[in-house]
């Protein structure tokens, strides 16, 4: 793994320029996709990268989508931190079925000081594994980060979820200023930044290019890009929602891998509702990472043999890189 340096900044982009791309013909964006996937990236690879809840459920917070949120009757009943042991048996379990990067989950609004002990602890021993390691335990105050770091995180999830415009439709109790401290926090602790997404919350074109743009535009822009697409759950406010067209959400993979050419583009939340094709098409647009394993946090995701036989079908192999070349963030 190397270790992040802060790159200098490329290019900037307005939500207008992101806006441009998503306007393109759908053939026409795939193609310049792909030149950008190849020329940063060995196109047939994709990063198996496994997700676990270490604590479940209960959280403060009133994001409209989140099955995770007390405010909520979601059927997700509050548990308590996982033990360690327990952790690294899920670690082993998942890098015995093929995983490469462990993403370990916590419904908080913002993690205590036991808390972070504990996770720190689990960093530690995930990474030991020879696993790659990513959390994302909500908002970081002073000190937090760098605690991790010690820890030997690899990667801080923490996602601006859409753009500042819709932000105020879907979460109240925290700003999209909130967010940007957390991840400046983490940058300044020498974290990769794994920062993304979510599409399908009833939001237009305009705003999707917005969360694009704001991304995009962070100097440096982030490592890693989760783009989830909504998993609608029975309960929170956003269930019922207009499901997006299958191309608008590929064009979002597509327009993020030409706006951040070395990062991660995650295909993340909400392939349980894809159908291969639509997987493919996600590849060919410059997704190089994906969820890995039989559930996400709390919902479902496509069984692992499912993803075996996908990925031989499509000549495709796992990669702990995503295909990328040793001078990625040197
Ligand atoms: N509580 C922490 C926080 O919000 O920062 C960490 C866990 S939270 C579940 C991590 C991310 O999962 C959210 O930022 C959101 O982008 C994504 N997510 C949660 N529920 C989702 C859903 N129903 N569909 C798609 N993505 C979802
Ligand atoms: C991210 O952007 N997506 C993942 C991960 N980061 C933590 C979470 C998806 C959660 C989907 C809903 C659930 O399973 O609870
Ligand atoms: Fe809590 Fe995170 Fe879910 Fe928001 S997304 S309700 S902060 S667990």
Known sequence: MPSPSPRQPEMAWST????????????DLLFRAQEVHRSNFEPNTVQLSSLLSIKTGGCPEDCAYCPQSARYDTGVDAEKLMPLDEVVAAARAAQAAGAQRFCMGAAWRSPKPHHLEAVAEMVSAVKALGL????????????????????????????????????????????????????????????????????????????RAGLIAQLASM?????????????????????????????????????????????????SAGREAMDDSMQALC??????????????????????????????????????????SCERNA
Not at 298 to 320: F, H, K, S, W, Y
């Open 16 to 27: 207008q320029d992101i806006l441009k791309l998503y306007e393109l013909p759908f053939m």
């Open 132 to 207: 790659e390691t990513c959390v994302t335990l909500g908002m970081l105050r002073e000190g937090q980060a760098e605690a991790l770091k010690q820890a030997g995180l690899d990667y801080y999830n923490h996602n601006l979820d859409t753009s500042p415009e819709f932000y105020g439709n879907i979460i109240s109790t925290r700003t999209y200023q909130d967010r940007l401290d957390t991840l400046e926090r983490v940058r300044e602790a020498g974290i990769h930044v794994c920062c993304g997404g979510i599409v399908g919350m009833g939001e237009s074109r305009r705003e």
């Open 219 to 267: 100097d440096p822009y982030p490592e890693s890009v989760p783009i989830n697409n909504l998993v609608q759950v029975e309960g929170t406010p956003l269930a019922g929602t207009e499901p997006l067209d299958p191309f608008e959400f590929v064009r979002t993979i597509a327009v993020a891998r030409i706006a951040m050419p070395r990062a991660m583009v995650r295909l």
């Open 283 to 324: 590849f060919m647009a410059g997704a190089n990472s994906m969820f890995y394993g039989d559930a996400l946090l709390t919902t479902a995701n496509p069984q692992v043999e499912a993803d075996q036989r996908l990925l031989a079908r499509l000549g495709m192999r796992a990669d702990a890189g995503g295909g990328q």
